[in-house]
């Protein structure tokens, strides 16, 4: 009898059915995060995206395949890459409303140039380095003159459009052979599937801005200034410094984005992008970034314009849509999003 007191106690065995007490501590995490300003609008836009895209593969045949869904980082990397320069800009509670502009002028400057000779290798840095100029421009008023970010981008807005006609008011053809190449590369994966260069270009940008944000002091600076600037004044933190870089980066990702649209269309055309920023800032917050800034995922906005993207799709599939319901589509998801943050940060006070 001692012996069998004295006999060690064999330790419950793990993998069994979860208790009542850890099914419910699962699914306060899960209310948790999906209560959360910080993740549940992501959750919400990744699950939304899911849907629409099983919905689109059950309706249409052909819809659910590899490359479908390769041709919707294809037709929206000039936007992914947008998207991710509005996404540093909103996460300190700014706007931009100039990205547009930008990318006409990047393309007007691109054709022109091209046109007169110019080689790529020295065009596209040209432009990445006057649009970055530019971003330091709307930058520095917002700073160093208290302009509100709403009116000193629309003023950049009315600039870079304004010289988008100064260069020519009709559309200009790009025929070098550079870029002609790059327009119609394929770059095979295998199954019959295949990207372009500028998705990889799209990945990439993407792939800087999530290390940028998560693992660098000035994308730490970036998530305080939303959540509050004096805040991080009283941290120690560089903001103006850093409120003026979120615009550079804004500025550096239009033209990029200009360039990668050139690629798409090979012209340039004074009245390209119209609408655009609106678009950019659609994605965004449908990708869970908070407009006063603070709450926001690279990744978020990534699928915030894949969910655009799919839109547009399944409009294309049905065929006897207007390309207007895109717009339709796209204002009621923002309307929707943007109330699903006020309740969630209203939740959080």
């Not at 996404?87 to 002028?105: H, K, M, N, P, R």
């Not at 998705?199 to 509050?228: E, N, P």
Request: aromatic fraction near 8%.
């Amino acid at each position: 009898m001692t012996k069998l007191l004295d006999a060690p106690q064999r330790p419950a065995r793990s993998g069994g059915p979860a208790g009542p007490a850890q099914r419910q501590g699962l699914a306060r995490s899960i209310r948790s995060l999906l209560t959360s300003p910080k993740y549940g609008p992501v959750i919400v836009t990744a699950v939304l995206f899911v849907a629409v895209f099983v919905i689109g593969g059950v309706r249409y045949r052909g819809f659910f395949s590899g490359q479908v869904f390769l041709n919707l980082l294809v037709d929206n990397s000039y936007l992914i890459v947008l998207a991710v320069g509005m996404t540093f800009v909103i996460l300190t509670g700014g706007i931009d409303l100039s990205v547009g502009a930008v990318v006409a002028l990047s393309g007007m400057i691109a054709a022109s140039l091209l046109q007169s000779g110019w080689s790529p290798g020295v065009v596209i840095p040209l432009i990445l380095v006057l649009t970055s100029v530019l971003g330091l421009l709307v930058g520095l008023m917002i700073h160093v003159f208290k302009v509100q970010p709403f009116i000193a981008t629309l003023a950049a807005m009315f600039l870079a459009r304004g010289l988008c006609y100064v260069i020519s008011q009709n559309s200009i053809s790009i025929t070098d052979e550079t870029f002609v190449q790059l327009a119609v590369a394929r770059i095979p994966l295998g199954g019959g599937m295949s990207i372009t260069p500028s998705v990889i270009i799209a990945v990439v940008v993407v792939a800087v801005a999530v290390w940028v944000l998560h693992a660098t002091r000035f994308g730490r600076t970036v998530y305080a200034i939303g959540g509050g600037e004096q805040s991080g004044l009283l941290m120690g933190l560089p903001v103006a410094r850093t409120k003026v870089l979120v615009y550079v980066i804004s500025g550096f990702c239009s033209g990029l984005a200009g360039v990668l649209f050139t690629f798409y269309t090979l012209s340039g055309y004074p009245l390209t992008a119209i609408g655009t920023e609106l678009d950019a800032i659609a994605a965004v917050v449908i990708g869970g970034t908070l407009l006063t800034g603070g709450y926001g995922f690279v990744l978020g906005s990534v699928l915030g314009v894949l969910v655009l993207g799919v839109i547009q799709t399944i409009i294309t599939f049905e065929g006897t849509l207007s390309s207007w319901w895109t717009k339709i589509f796209i204002g009621a998801l923002l309307l929707v999003f943007i109330i699903l943050q006020k309740v969630l940060t209203a939740r959080r006070r």
